[in-house]
DNA sequence: TCATTAAATTGTT
DNA sequence: AACAATTTAATGA
């Protein structure tokens, strides 16, 4: 099992740093485990983190006022989110919360903010990301309203794809059909039929305890 | 390495 | 939500 450091340093934006910036973020920043089921922040409380998601799987979503709860997007093994949260001076707006038992970073705001001012190339990094995730949010909004189940399963796995948020996924999905589930706000029995209706459109292949996916562009395409 | 058991996941109602 | 069937993981001989 690698060390929470040797996660961290796999990180596209670690690979920007300084040693000493390195330095820093090795004595500063905090692995804990989060059981499945637990929260990785809460919605309300103050910003002191940016966080990352080593080992696991995490969804970031809200409450409604009547206790329905919406999911905006699910951050796999290396994804950090936060970000915006952390340049703004206001309460978490998101809830996270572990699908499976998860390795947790917490980075210091302070730390973060002092990256930025100091790296230009960790700057870029994290513009990038910001940049990619404004625009899964719009794919998200778009298959929300126009798409059906399976629509929304597709555009959910292809959303895995992204190289700049979630480096080195492979082509197989190691997500359950429960965990998809919970991501895209269906019930599992739901998905369970949408995945296979995927598989006979060879759009995937569904495996036991995931799906795997040879053509993600094809997975992007599927806009039903 | 193989067989047995427990746990996780799937498929169906 | 509940159930049975299936797959994987863990354990010990």
């Given at each position: 099992?690698?060390?929470?450091?040797?996660?961290?340093?796999?990180?596209?934006?670690?690979?920007?740093?300084?040693?000493?910036?390195?330095?820093?973020?090795?004595?500063?920043?905090?692995?804990?485990t989060?059981?499945?089921?637990?929260?990785?922040?809460?919605?309300?409380?103050?910003?002191?983190?940016?966080?990352?998601?080593?080992?696991?799987?995490?969804?970031?979503?809200?409450?409604?006022?009547?206790?329905?709860?919406?999911?905006f997007?699910?951050?796999?093994?290396?994804?950090?989110?936060?970000?915006?949260?952390?340049l703004?001076?206001?309460?978490?707006p998101?809830?996270?919360?572990?699908?499976?038992?998860?390795?947790?970073?917490?980075?210091?705001?302070?730390?973060?903010?002092?990256?930025?001012?100091?790296?230009?190339?960790?700057?870029?990094?994290?513009?990038?990301?910001?940049?990619?995730?404004?625009?899964?949010?719009?794919?998200?909004?778009?298959?929300?309203?126009?798409?059906?189940?399976?629509?929304?399963?597709a555009?959910?796995?292809?959303?895995?794809?992204?190289?700049?948020?979630?480096?080195?996924?492979?082509?197989?999905?190691?997500?359950?059909?429960?965990?998809?589930?919970?991501?895209?706000?269906?019930?599992?029995q739901?998905?369970?039929?949408?995945?296979?209706?995927?598989q006979?459109r060879?759009v995937?292949?569904?495996?036991?305890?995931?799906?795997?996916?040879?053509?993600?562009?094809?997975?992007?395409?599927?806009?039903?």
């Amino acid at each position: 099992m690698a060390t929470g450091k040797e996660l961290i340093a796999q990180s596209k934006w670690a690979q920007t740093l300084t040693p000493e910036e390195k330095g820093r973020v090795d004595a500063e920043t905090v692995v804990r485990t989060v059981p499945k089921g637990s929260y990785v922040c809460r919605r309300g409380e103050p910003v002191h983190f940016w966080i990352g998601v080593l080992e696991g799987l995490v969804k970031i979503a809200t409450v409604s006022h009547a206790g329905k709860p919406a999911t905006f997007s699910g951050i796999p093994s290396g994804g950090w989110f936060g970000e915006g949260s952390l340049l703004k001076d206001m309460p978490r707006p998101y809830e996270a919360v572990a699908l499976r038992n998860s390795e947790i970073a917490y980075l210091p705001r302070g730390l973060f903010l002092w990256l930025l001012d100091n790296n230009a190339r960790f700057c870029r990094v994290i513009l990038e990301q910001i940049n990619e995730r404004l625009g899964q949010a719009m794919a998200i909004i778009e298959s929300d309203r126009l798409l059906g189940p399976e629509g929304r399963v597709a555009q959910c796995l292809a959303g895995m794809f992204n190289p700049i948020l979630y480096p080195r996924i492979g082509q197989s999905l190691r997500f359950s059909q429960e965990e998809i589930a919970l991501l895209v706000g269906l019930s599992r029995q739901r998905v369970n039929q949408a995945v296979k209706v995927l598989q006979e459109r060879d759009v995937l292949e569904v495996q036991y305890g995931g799906v795997a996916v040879h053509d993600p562009e094809k997975l992007r395409r599927f806009q039903e």
